[in-house]
């Protein structure tokens, strides 16, 4: 199948390499060089511009924001320009719901199919093929869409029509920023005790307390490695389509909108271009305690 990706970052360039060893003629664009070349080498084709990545039966997007998916689809010499009808476009970025639907409405358009499949697991997560994909779509293209996902996806689900991807998003990014916001709580009070730490982590580890995330983060925030798997910027700006959405349903949500305020703090610290880990800073900050015990 010959397939479109754009957007070579953190995780959209493993996502594309898993795509090309599959054995898929992909086609890639990025606005660097390097991580195209990088792809090249391994067998994909480096696209001059965004009409060549239309010229392909399925597009991927994996952006950080709805206007950068916008601007790559519609521009005047943008991928719909050259798409064909009967062609896919799967959008991995997280976006707004609405802005979503608004773009499944153009597509459809230009008899043009389109799944909102934004995905889930970092990194690391894209690196060893294993995100969660959560899908909004109509049946025939979500099962179109999952023969292509499957290359990297550990999880994949069929949540409803477009736009329903990103609202399950929208749910996980809340879930996952309260969680890492309640380990660095956790973690600066065991840090500043007596504690055997690496012993206390491995016993929440093994009980209710548990979570992918103090699996995930845990180690890192005690070992001060906050180098971005998933920065906080764009971890602010997923809160906020979050809200948004809480907003629209009447949903009261108010440790969500804390921690937004947390995450927000550390942005005008000049820290949002650090790992969503970073997080234990901003609670050793309101502590007014050094930032880790020696």
């Not at 906050?226 to 920065?231: A, E, K, Q, W, Y």
């Amino acid at each position: 199948m010959k397939i479109g990706f754009i957007g070579l970052g953190v995780m959209g360039k493993p996502m594309a390499k898993h795509l090309v060893e599959a054995g898929h003629d992909v086609v890639v664009y990025n606005r660097s060089r390097p991580s195209m070349d990088e792809l090249a080498a391994t067998g994909a084709v480096a696209a001059d511009n965004l009409a060549q990545v239309g010229q392909t039966d399925i597009v991927i997007t994996m952006l950080p924001d709805s206007p950068d998916v916008e601007a790559v689809l519609f521009h005047e010499e943008g991928v719909a320009s050259t798409l064909q009808p009967g062609a896919v476009v799967i959008d991995c970025s997280t976006i707004s719901p609405q802005a979503a639907g608004v773009i499944g409405e153009q597509l459809a358009a230009a008899q043009v199919d389109f799944v909102d499949a934004p995905v889930s697991g970092g990194e690391a997560g894209a690196v060893n093929g294993a995100l969660a994909i959560m899908m909004g779509g109509d049946e025939e293209t979500v099962a179109r869409a999952q023969d292509v996902l499957g290359v990297f996806a550990a999880a994949m689900a069929h949540v409803g029509p477009i736009g329903s991807g990103q609202l399950v998003k929208a749910a996980n990014q809340m879930l996952v920023a309260g969680n890492i916001a309640l380990v660095a709580e956790a973690l600066s009070l065991l840090q500043r005790t007596d504690v055997d730490v690496p012993a206390a982590v491995d016993v929440l580890n093994g009980g209710l307390a548990s979570s992918q995330v103090l699996k995930a983060k845990g180690p890192k925030m005690l070992a001060r490695d906050f180098t971005p798997g998933f920065r906080l910027d764009l971890h602010y700006k997923d809160l906020l389509i979050a809200l948004a959405a809480c907003e629209q349903a009447g949903v009261a949500v108010p440790i969500a909108g804390m921690t937004t305020q947390l995450v927000q703090a550390m942005r005008a610290a000049g820290d949002g271009g650090q790992d969503h880990g970073a997080l234990i800073k901003a609670v050793e900050r309101l502590s007014g305690i050094p930032p880790h015990k020696t």
